[in-house]
Each structure stands twice: as structure tokens, then as C-alpha cells.
């Protein structure tokens, strides 16, 4: 059998965070391994709070599970410091880890911050040069880069600026798009745009379902395009199942 780790943050309500990517790898019929990198306090009207692991205990949680499991793919979401950023970076190259996806989280879907000060130049400088993928939309597209994202075109170049800073492939993914919900896919060589109508209504946990098929299909021996593809579908057809199961956004039905 195939297996997938997910190191994200954790979500209660299960529809985000590393309870919702095991959700989608079982899904597919991928193994999923999770490492909690931070706890948040949160419903679906968003997150009140959010809880720092200490970084010794993450990273002893990374050696022990490495130690015993080697991951055919691997995602990250919410990685809360630069210190955190750091481990998970020392941990790749110390165990070999491949088909690394970066879902660089950055703020929740009503705007609370998910990251210490300095996470956005780790990122860049410690993780991505070893990222198969990373998933930004196009808010933290435009934070990375400096572009005001507001049309494909800006996508585009946006996508092209963030590969310059070491990754294989970018995704922009532009669910946040008035018009419509258009993704990005930028390997250096083409791109690939996938389109699809814009779904009326919030949904929250869309970016890590669409991260988590992308790792799940890299383990399962997909190339990026295809797992892409195979991603797009998975939430779209999540999203028209999703359920309310609170009084704010809607949850995908994983």
C-alpha cells in the first residue's frame, strides 16, 4: 500500500487540517501518516486561536514516525514558525524524502493570521527549493510575490515569479476569483489551466483537499498534471456535496 504524510495544523471541526487530508487519502486509497504541527481553536466562523507546538516535540514526532515509515509523498499546511520550517526542512533531507506538496497556509478563510513573522521568507528559502508542488491560491500567491492577483494573466505571472523560487511545479489555484475557478499550472516548460464554474457560497477547506489528492496521486505514481487534473475533479464534486454542519461555512464531504 501507498502512504502519504500530512504535516498541517489541526482542525476540529475535521473539514481542514491534517484531519480533513487523512480524509481525502483514504479516500484515494493512500495510507495517511499525520504530524500535528500546531492546535487551533476553531469552528466553521473561523479560528479564535492557535497553539504553537514546542519545537523539540516536533521534531522528535518527525524522527520517531520517520524513523519506522518512509512516506511515498508528503504535504504540508499551516507550519506556524520559522522554527517549525526549519525542522521540516532538516527532516527532508535527513530521511530523503520525495513528492514533497507545499499548501502554504498563511491565513484562514475570515482572515486570522496562521504564521509567526518571518514564515513567509523560510518558506521560501528553506522549503520550497525542495517542493515537488506547492498549491498557494491566489492571496498567498500575491503575499509571496507582490502581485496584485486579479486575472489570469497576473496568475501567470505570478506562478512564474514563485517557480524562480525553487520549486519543480506551482499550482495557483483562483477559487477567489470573482468570475470564475481557474487554476494555474506553471512547470517552467507550459502552462495548464483548468477552469471550472465558480461554486456559489463559502466552503471551507478546499485548498487542503486540493493539496492532499495532489500528495495522494504523487504516491500512487501520477505525474504532477495528471494528479492536478484528478484534484480539480476530486473538490469540485466535494464542494457540490459539501454540508452545513454549523452555522458558518460549508464543509466539503470528503
Known amino acids: 500500500m501507498k502512504i502519504a504524510l500530512t504535516i498541517a495544523g489541526s482542525d476540529p471541526t475535521g473539514g481542514a487540517g491534517f484531519q480533513a487530508d487523512l480524509k481525502v487519502f483514504k479516500s484515494l486509497g493512500v495510507y495517511g501518516l499525520s504530524i500535528p504541527s500546531a492546535l487551533t481553536a476553531q469552528n466553521t466562523a473561523g479560528v479564535s486561536d492557535i497553539l504553537e507546538l514546542p519545537a523539540s516535540f516536533f521534531s522528535a514526532e518527525l524522527d520517531t514516525l520517520l524513523q519506522d515509515i518512509h512516506p511515498d509523498a508528503l ?13 521540516v526542512a532538516q ?18 478563510s475570515t482572515g486570522i493570521s496562521l504564521v509567526r513573522d518571518g514564515c513567509l521568507e523560510a518558506l521560501k528559502v528553506y522549503l520550497f527549493p ?32 514563485l517557480r524562480g523560487f525553487g520549486p519543480e511545479t506551482v499550482i495557483v489555484t483562483g477559487g ?14 507550459e502552462f ?22 495532489i500528495t495522494a496521486c504523487l504516491a500512487l505514481g501520477y505525474d504532477v498534471r495528471e494528479s492536478a487534473v484528478k484534484a480539480k475533479e476530486f473538490v469540485g464534486n466535494a464542494m457540490k456535496s459539501a454540508v452545513s454542519i454549523g452555522k458558518g461555512m460549508k464543509v466539503l464531504n470528503l
Open 176 to 189: 477567489h476569483l470573482k468570475h470564475a475557478a481557474i487554476d494555474i499550472l506553471w512547470d517552467g516548460r
Open 130 to 161: 525542495h517542493a515537488k508542488v506547492i498549491t498557494p491560491n491566489i492571496y498567498e500567491a500575491s503575499v509571496f510575490t507582490g502581485i496584485n492577483i486579479d486575472n489570469e494573466k497576473d496568475m501567470k505571472d505570478a506562478a512564474m515569479r
Open 192 to 213: 495548464l489551466t483548468l477552469e471550472s464554474e465558480r461554486a456559489e457560497g463559502e466552503y471551507h477547506g478546499t485548498g487542503c483537499a486540493f493539496s492532499s489528492v
Open 91 to 108: 527532516k527532508i533531507k535527513g530521511h530523503s524524502l520525495q513528492n514533497l506538496v507545499i499548501d502554504p497556509v498563511t491565513v484562514s
Open 75 to 87: 504535504k504540508t499546511g499551516i507550519l506556524y514558525s520559522p522554527d517549525i520550517i526549519g525542522i
